[in-house]
């Protein structure tokens, strides 16, 4: 059931690297901060904040960037904080890190790095050296790429520590949101994408799912755990792949957007039919990078506008 997108980096990732390349950045944090809570149904909607916004701006804003086949998601908090979910092939670092930079970002306050497959941490090495840093987080699987070996050194190189992802896992990004990670519910996984570490944020009244590449595997275990999934805005997983994004995930996300981050005529076949037809059956109104190049979605806490345009390549 694998699909030809992760064909040869699976392949690669199978020999995982046992000693770990550079020892004194990879000292993952796993007690720290990391809580293993399950949040129940009725706690989905965080309060809207009554604290004064502190950069002016009081939307939430999270931008879905045209990386090609890949992913790459910004997310701008109205306290002037800022997010990155995965930077693309490596050949985008330096588009994203132009996006960001195009934002007025000068710091990311998060770095979530999904699971490291190419598409998702290719860039992540020069976004890495182009930024101030504060926490990066991601999942304890390790890959013997190129992609991979560059985003330890960078790291290493800045002496940043890892925070491991893990479902259960709570983000501080202050009080006008929320931030969880849903998942990696567990730590052995067949498929690498199902490593994929998925954030749910909230602000206001509205909710945004990031799911990475996480297949029907992780869906499950996420269902199983209680997690309260709902979600205005759906980051679809694996790029609309059919190995994700089953009708009983889509049932309890209940997204009335989703955006697929996807690559024009790909080699993958993505986004597929199938899951076309499931996002359409639920009468969910799609956005695709392929189609409208990035992304750009913006909450003020109770209602949530999409502006599209292609990006200069
Ligand atoms: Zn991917």
Not at 51 to 65: A, D, F, H, T
Not at 105 to 124: C, E, F, M, Q, Y
Not at 142 to 149: G, L
Request: aromatic share 6%; glycine share 8%; with cysteine.
């Amino acid at each position: 059931m694998a699909t030809r997108c992760t064909k040869l980096t699976e392949k690669l990732s199978r020999v995982f690297i046992v000693v770990l390349l550079v020892s004194s950045c990879i000292a993952f944090i796993t007690g720290c901060g990391v809580t293993t809570g399950v949040s129940t149904p009725s706690q989905g909607n965080a309060l809207i904040s009554s604290q004064p916004m502190q950069n002016g701006e009081e939307k939430l804003r999270v931008s879905y960037i045209d990386v090609g086949q890949g992913d790459s998601i910004l997310i701008q908090i109205p306290n002037g904080k800022n997010v990155l979910i995965d930077a693309g092939e490596n050949d985008q670092g330096d588009k994203v890190v132009s996006y960001i930079r195009s934002q007025g970002v000068k710091r990311l306050d998060l770095t979530i790095w999904t699971h490291p497959h190419s598409d998702h941490i290719g860039g992540a090495d020069a976004v890495t050296k182009a930024f101030d840093i504060g926490q990066i987080v991601m999942p304890k699987q390790t890959s013997s790429t190129q992609s991979f070996r560059s985003l330890l050194t960078a790291i290493s190189q800045k002496g940043l520590k890892i925070t491991e992802a893990k479902a259960g896992l709570k983000l501080d990004l202050g009080s006008e949101v929320k931030a969880e990670m849903l998942a990696p519910n567990s730590t052995q996984y067949e498929e690498v994408n199902d490593y994929s570490a998925v954030l749910r944020l909230t602000y206001g009244q509205t909710a945004f799912l990031f799911t990475g590449d996480a297949q029907s595997e992780s869906e499950q275990e996420m269902m199983n755990a209680g997690y309260d999934l709902r979600a205005d805005v759906l980051k679809v997983g694996h790029h609309g792949s059919r190995t994700s994004t089953s009708a009983a995930f889509l049932a309890r996300v209940q997204p009335e957007y989703a955006v697929i981050s996807v690559g024009n005529d790909n080699d993958y076949g993505h986004p597929t039919v199938n899951t076309l037809t499931r996002l359409q059956k639920a009468g969910v109104s799609l956005y695709r990078t392929d189609e409208s190049g990035t992304v750009v979605a913006e909450s003020d806490g109770k209602n949530i506008t999409f502006t599209v345009g292609r990006t200069s390549q």
